[in-house]
């Protein structure tokens, strides 16, 4: 008889997906495929069975419309980007696989500087750590997508006494080869001649990111050339549209604006680019660029945007200090420059362009290498624990939730104190209040 395996996102599956929602429906592909005894079940804000390679025998759950805790309670494994805090009280009864795949605190940072200040963005960073400890502390398996998280992982666990299985499982690569439907882009857009080179940012611009050095690196090169264009692919965020319009992108709005970019040289995408329309733009384009800052962000980060760039053959221009620049350079796979360099950026972007040679041989090394990034390849962590894990027989033992019980109560404490700064004191009491009964009934053995 098939187990059941629940897969929640906390991001939008169907036409319009950020990296949650792709590693999760790919996922749900893998598992489907590899796992056929298995049922299947993903979950999401919103999802979209329409979506071109939607497998027909997973189970769709839009869960802003429909309770998650049904198909929880049925599930004997659960893979969670992030575990909801209302599913807590189940893992005494299933297996649970965290999926870290971002170093979310590192990003968080970065977002808190420009979001909150003093005491807000304290207790934010306080939240925040205290609900990663949480899911470490929960979980039976962490997948993370590159060995530097794997370390900082294992130490977070070993710092809180713990010792658990924490495995590498890169974002991965589409399984079909990108085929172009129609002309986006050269020829089509205004200001884009069918001559001319186009760069293209993958994706939207979040605060770790550092647009204005590919700003007048392009500035610079449009001093000499007007044949160099750039498209920024996407602006707000599927189902976090908040995300896409900080600090970052408005400076990038204005910096090209003031350097005479805009329009000419420089083309922003203010939506998103639904996931399969994706290779019409890659496909015309000569590399993809992404630069960003170097600091925690950055080190421990797997550029998920840079595997769609890979899948369309496309060399990369970024910046150096990430596990994927490490990879690009050693491979030439693309060039990898100083942080905020926009000299050697435009260096780099010239020699690119106007050297053939070197593009069709970066393109050859990405063939090369890619196959190693199918997502069946690098789920195999995953569809092993699925495949040989024993399951439980019976409730664990309650120190399984014993263990997860200070940072819970640190969770849900800051978060409190969080909401009390916003005026929500209503809220937060109810909330308190039923998250304290649910623990209470659990610890002395009861079902939730």
């Known amino acids: 008889m098939g187990r059941h395996i629940l897969i929640i996102s906390p991001g939008d599956v169907g036409r319009y997906m950020s990296a949650p929602g792709i590693r999760a429906f790919h996922m749900a592909q893998v598992l489907a495929q590899r796992l056929p005894q298995d049922h299947i079940t993903l979950a999401a804000p919103r999802v979209d069975v329409q979506v071109p390679g939607f497998p027909a025998r997973v189970s769709a759950l839009s869960y802003t419309a429909e309770p998650l805790l049904p198909a929880a ?12 805090v209302r599913l807590i009280p189940l893992v005494r009864e299933k297996l649970l696989v965290v999926d870290l795949f971002a170093q979310y605190f590192a990003e ?19 939240e925040r750590r205290a609900y990663i400890a949480l899911q470490l502390a929960l979980a039976d398996m962490v997948m993370c997508s590159n060995e530097r998280q794997r370390q900082s992982y294992i130490g977070a666990l070993a710092s809180m006494g713990l010792r658990k299985p924490v495995v590498v499982a890169l974002h991965g690569i589409r399984p079909d080869p990108p085929v172009k439907r129609r002309a986006v882009l050269k020829g089509v857009r205004p200001g884009i001649a069918p001559t ?23 500035h610079t090169i449009a001093q000499r050339r007007g044949d160099v264009k750039a498209v920024f ?42 996931y ?78 106007d050297d053939d040679s070197l593009r069709s041989r970066m393109r050859q090394n990405i063939q090369r290498v890619r196959e190693r990034f199918s997502w069946e390849k690098t789920l195999e962590p995953l ?29 849900l404490a800051t978060r409190s104190l969080r909401e009390m700064l916003r005026g929500e004191e209503v809220w937060v009491l109810h909330r308190v209040r039923r998250v304290a009964t649910r623990l209470g009934r659990l610890l002395e053995g009861e079902r939730p």
Request: hydrophobic share 45%.
């Open 196 to 218: 001319d080179k186009v760069l293209i940012w993958n994706g939207g611009t979040t605060d770790w990111y550092d647009p204005d050095s590919f700003l007048l690196a392009l």
């Open 383 to 411: 569809i092993q624990f699925c495949r040989n894990v024993s399951l439980p027989k019976r409730p664990r033992n309650r120190r399984v939730l014993l263990r997860a019980l200070p940072w819970a109560v640190n969770y």
């Open 233 to 274: 692919l996407g602006a707000t965020y599927p189902n976090v549209p908040r995300l896409g319009w900080g600090k970052r992108f408005r400076s990038a709005l204005e910096a090209a604006h003031q350097l005479g970019l805009y329009g000419a040289t420089v083309f922003f995408q203010f939506g998103w680019v639904p």
């Open 73 to 84: 309670q049925e599930a004997d494994i659960i893979i969670a980007n992030f575990l909801p």
């Open 276 to 353: 399969d329309e994706v290779p019409d733009y890659l496909l015309e384009a000569e590399a993809g660029v992404c630069t960003y800052m170097y600091h925690l962000e950055t080190y421990y980060s797997l550029r998920t945007r840079f595997m769609d760039l890979f899948w369309a053959g496309l060399p990369i221009i970024c910046t150096r200090g990430d596990f994927l620049a490490d990879l690009i350079e050693r491979e030439g796979l693309g060039i990898a420059v100083p942080p905020g360099n926009h000299k050697a950026l435009a260096e780099a972007i010239l020699r690119l362009l």
């Open 108 to 126: 968080w940072m970065e977002l808190t500087l420009h979001e909150h200040q003093g005491l807000g963005r304290h207790l934010s960073w306080l």
